[in-house]
Structure formats: C-alpha cells, structure tokens
C-alpha cells in the first residue's frame, strides 16, 4: 500500500515522545505529525499543534482553540507567569457546565468560571502548551516533583526500549520512588537503561526500579497504556532489591 499521498499523522489520549515526532517527519514523504490536549469536559476542544511548530516543539500539546482560554494557577489559585509549572485550568463556550446529579464534585471542579484539568502544566512565552502529567500522577520524591512522562520520554530515546509506563513505588524514607516498565528488545537491562538515561534526566529522576517485560504492555480498547494495573503488578512484586538488576 502507497503511503506517499498521507498527509497527515495524528494522535490523541496521550502526549507523543519526543523521538516520535521526529521519526514520524522522517518516515513520510509528505505526512506532517499532529497532536492536540482536550478533555471530555470540554467537548474535546482544547488545544492543536502541527508541522514546523510541532517538529520545534515536540514536547508540547499546541496553542488554545480560538474559543477557550487557559491558565496555569499554583495551589492558591493565583496565576503563574510563562514557564512556571502549576495546574491548568480552561474556561470557554465549549467547556460543560458540571457534572450530572453531582453538585459537590461540580463545585470541586470549578474556580469561578475556570475548570480545574488535574493536569499539571506550564505555558511558553509564545502560548503553546506543555503538560507534564496528572496531578494524581506526579511522583513526590524528597520533594521533588517528577513528571512520569518526561521519564517515558527518555526512556524512549533509548533504541531498544519499545514501551515505557512510569509510575510511583512507595518509600518509607523519600515518600515515593519512581519505577519503570519497559518493554524492551534482547540484551537490554535495568542498569544499561540507567546509564543511557543518566545523560538526559536529573539523578532523582532516573528510576531506582526497573521491571523489564518481554511482552508488550497491557493497553485499554483505544490503545492507552493500563498504566495503573502495571503499577499494582510491579509494586506488588517490589520486594527488597527486586527491579535493581
């Protein structure tokens, strides 16, 4: 089959690698990648990026619908300047009005007129959106923040890595430590993967447990990682040294 008339390759649900991005542009004569952030609450609507400013950015989600604005706040609600990382929070015509039959939730959702995402993320000089994760999801590490997608991404860059999923690994001393799983190719191992991944992320990044799975990971019907059941699985399986080796 000729792909050679494709002029496009998107995708949704979750941020792209990085390295995808460009392999993508690389791989079609003519495609060009594209992505965008938008949630069930705001009928999908939300932000788009493609071609040159995408391949310049491959990190970010895109600039707001001409119908929404965004704001990222910190934990008092107070707007936060480009580049300060905080929660978004969107209001526009497409944004829901609450949840059904359920006003203390709607009330939890909502500052004024602005939704609360549970995303937390930042917004560049020039308006395009990054997200660094869920909040739910963000691993407190000695009170260090860490993004489990900035990890993934890194992960990725690695050739024999195929997927990633990165998740929180209680600890009694640091709260949390961060752990991997990775579906890699023959030959790779934990500590070879924490070599590579000392040159792109800080120390308190890189994951002190590592669970390598020769078979892909477990994904929904729509194609996102279960990454909730792979972290039960693993912690679950943490034991003393275990995901070290």
Known sequence: MSLATLLA?????APRAP?????????????QPITGWGMTET????????????LGRPASSGRCALVLQLQVVDETGQALPAGQRGELLVRGTSVFHGYWNRP??????????????????YLDDEGFL???????????????????????????LHPGVIEAAVYAVPDERLGEEVGATVHAGPGVTA????????????RFEIPRYITLSATPLPRTPS???LKREIKLAAVAGLTGQTGQA
Do not use: P
Not at 19 to 31: G, K, L, P, Y
Not at 110 to 121: C, E, L, M, P
Not at 191 to 202: P, W
């Open 9 to 13: 390759v998107g995708g949704g649900g």
């Open 19 to 31: 390295e995808q991005v460009r392999q993508i542009d690389a791989s079609f004569a003519q495609a």
């Open 43 to 54: 009928n999908a609507i939300g932000t788009g990026i493609s071609g040159a400013d995408y």
């Open 104 to 121: 203390e939730a709607t009330a939890q959702s909502f500052i004024g007129d602005w939704f609360r995402t549970g995303d937390v993320a």
């Open 130 to 156: 990054f997200i660094v994760d869920r909040i739910k999801d963000l691993i407190i590490r000695g009170g260090e923040n860490i993004g489990c997608g900035a990890v993934e991404a890194a992960l990725l």
């Open 191 to 202: 500590e070879a993967l924490r070599g590579f991944l000392a040159a792109h992320l800080a």
């Open 223 to 225: 194609g996102k990682i």
